[in-house]
């Protein structure tokens, strides 16, 4: 599934900017999410998009994915700055762990799983679907999101054959004041719809009603327990306690795909 250089990359160069450990929700996710699909494969390859200005995410992916689903499982890194391709060589491995010139085409490769995040956030709305379908065009499984600075809130698209299938918010709870933070961290695809009206709006007000009557002495995962049994009530749930307990929240896809 590692071959020869593809074409030529398509994209803009983003800004890089990155952190340790920042994608470590969305990393764990994939391993839930998409770990049979990777146990189940012949030679399981992963693909992450938009590594940035350091590879250390990159560098985590591979590591977690190994520890978590399967050792001989390949992360191939993709950036469209050549200068970060060549920063990020030295702490290649191959065949395991290499870094390539490459953008929403992945450099020809046929990729099981592609994680772009804090990619498509740099783009316009009217971008993503094209984006979208060019990635999940050989049948890979696309997580596609925004976080801040150091991974304490997350949100993120599981996107199949081009269509989102789910939105998943995730947060460090010690970290979470209110759900409306999760609308500054809304995936591309979202985050202009989040107005009167629209149902990403009525998603996250609904959360932070039953964030808001869940109050607890017990602590933030007590009251984020409490706001998730609360907001079943009115919106399809999916997963399950384990996944809640994490801060994690997934819903079936809560809007229209973008044209």
Same mark, same amino acid.
């Given at each position: 599934?590692?071959?020869?250089p593809g074409p030529k990359p398509l994209g803009a160069v983003t800004r ?14 994939? $391993?839930?999410? @998409? ?5 189940? $494969? ?38 469209? &700055? ?5 920063? /990020?060589?030295?702490?290649? &491995? ?36 094209? /984006? ?7 049948? =890979? ?5 925004? @976080? ?12 199949? $054959? ?15 004041? +209110?759900?409306?933070?999760? =609308? ?7 985050? +202009?719809?989040?107005?009167?009206? +629209?149902?990403? +709006? &009525?998603?996250?007000? /609904?959360?932070? /009603? =039953? ?49």
């Amino acid at each position: 599934m590692i071959g020869m250089p593809g074409p030529k990359p398509l994209g803009a160069v983003t800004r890089g900017t990155t952190n340790p450990n920042r994608l470590r929700r969305v990393d764990n996710f994939i $391993a839930y999410r @998409c770990g049979e699909l990777l146990r189940a $494969a012949d030679a399981p390859l992963v693909v992450d998009l938009g590594y940035g200005a350091t590879p250390i995410t990159a560098i985590e992916l591979r590591a977690r994915l190994a520890a978590a689903v399967r050792p001989d499982l390949a992360v191939v890194g993709l950036e469209i &700055d050549p200068v970060r391709v060549s920063a /990020a060589r030295p702490y290649a &491995d191959p065949p395991l762990l290499e870094f390539r010139r490459g953008g929403f085409e992945l450099a020809g490769l046929r990729p099981h799983v592609v994680r772009a995040f804090n990619v498509l956030r740099q783009y316009a709305e009217d971008e993503v679907a094209a /984006a979208w379908r060019t990635m999940t065009a050989t049948g =890979a499984v696309l997580v596609e999101g925004t @976080c801040d600075e150091l991974g304490r809130i997350a949100t993120w698209a599981v996107v199949e $054959a081009g269509a989102a299938r789910t939105l998943t918010l995730s947060a460090r709870l010690s970290d979470l004041d +209110h759900p409306a933070t999760f =609308a500054e961290r809304l995936p591309k695809a979202l985050i +202009h719809h989040n107005v009167p009206g +629209h149902p990403v +709006h &009525d998603l996250l007000a /609904a959360l932070g /009603a =039953a964030w808001e009557a869940s109050a607890t002495p017990f602590g933030p995962r007590q009251r984020w327990l409490a706001t998730v049994a609360r907001f079943r009530s009115s919106w399809p749930v999916l997963d399950g306690p384990a996944r809640w307990r994490r801060g994690e929240l997934t819903v079936p896809w809560p809007v229209p795909e973008p044209e």
